[in-house]
């Protein structure tokens, strides 16, 4: 199997931007374990950047369900690589509290302090996410 890395940007198309988060939180953890998929979802304010690791079949009809999902919108591809490992293994799918986060992170990758996966590259993206696994920033493992 062909294991890929896949990493995009979107908006939130509610303002309901916190209960739609925790829903899609929930319906990965629930259905990504099943499908061999891990990865990160970062939140800010109404944006999302979210990385899916896995086999490219999988990852690949996931990101086209994204796509046509309702809650997002602006869906980007930021990334999408074929990969010999996965760096984010131990998530069905983490999540990163950006409010939490050291505004210097943010500066180290952008040019201001505010998360906008809009004006990264995907390497940049990917060297950010990165730095959170290591920093020990993404929390909610399942």
Known sequence: MTLVRLLYASRAATDAVAEAQATILRQCRANNPRA???????CADDTYLQVL?????????LYNRIV???????????????????????????????ARLNPGLLLKYSATA????????????????DELVATASIACQA
Not at 53 to 61: C, F, H, K, L
């Open 36 to 42: 061999g998929i891990t990865g990160v979802l970062c």
């Open 53 to 61: 690791e896995g086999g490219r079949s999988a990852v690949n009809r």
């Open 68 to 98: 046509t999902d309702p809650r997002h919108s602006d869906v980007e591809l930021l990334s999408y690589q074929q990969i010999g490992e996965r760096h984010f293994a131990g998530w069905a799918m983490g999540q990163v509290h950006v």
């Open 114 to 129: 505010r998360l906008d996966p809009y004006a990264l590259s995907g390497s940049t993206a990917l060297a950010l996410l």
